[in-house]
């Protein structure tokens, strides 16, 4: 099974343009899957956006917490999407990464993929010295999540998969602005915190840096080749 994957680097995009990409990558791989191509190509996609906030298929718009007008005057963009979750938000500062992949060349179902991504995270978060944990009550990446007093999300995850080709993926808050947080109830959460990794360490983190650990975390656990 092949598990050569097309790196990008996008940059700084807003959220529609992203999101128009990779619907055209994704058909184009579900594509090759059912011509049974044997060029099957796949892409790991990392990015940055601008201010915007998501709502998932299963989400509530109640946890938008300030009016559409609000979000134009902020210069916030806002999409209703067809990922899994409730609303999250993204912006400047977060490491955002799609990855478009045949679960099947990798030999995993959706449940592994999500846990597979959670890893990569937590992988990360260890090189600098941060406990990264995984939640069975809640996708992502938290902090002390056995303490609901001090529990805080760092990693959101919200994937849509389609004959086993995923889309969507992780928001990674590195060196993000988390007052845009205060405007929504995180995935839904009105209980719990969300933080990041420069709030963690106190510290500004080098973004390229970091993003390049990120990647081979992917190579890593996925044992892909990009």
Known sequence: MSRKVI????????????WDYQEKLFESVIR???EKSEDKQQYLLFCEHEHVY???KSGNRQNLLIARSVCESKQIDLHEIDRGGDITYHGPGQLVVYPIIDLEQFQIGIKRYISLLEDVV???LGEYGVEGEKDE?????WIDPA??????????IGVRASRFVTMHGLALNVNSDLSYFNYINPCGFTDRGVTSLQKELG???DFQELSLKVKQNFQHVFGMVC
Do not use: N
């Open 7 to 18: 790196f990008e680097d996008l940059g700084r995009i807003r959220y529609k343009e992203a």
């Open 32 to 34: 090759q899957k059912l």
């Open 54 to 56: 998501t709502i998932g």
């Open 122 to 124: 937590i992988e990360t």
């Open 137 to 141: 009550k809640a996708m992502g990446v």
């Open 147 to 156: 303490h609901p007093a001090k529990a805080r999300k760092i990693c959101a």
């Open 203 to 205: 510290r500004e983190v």
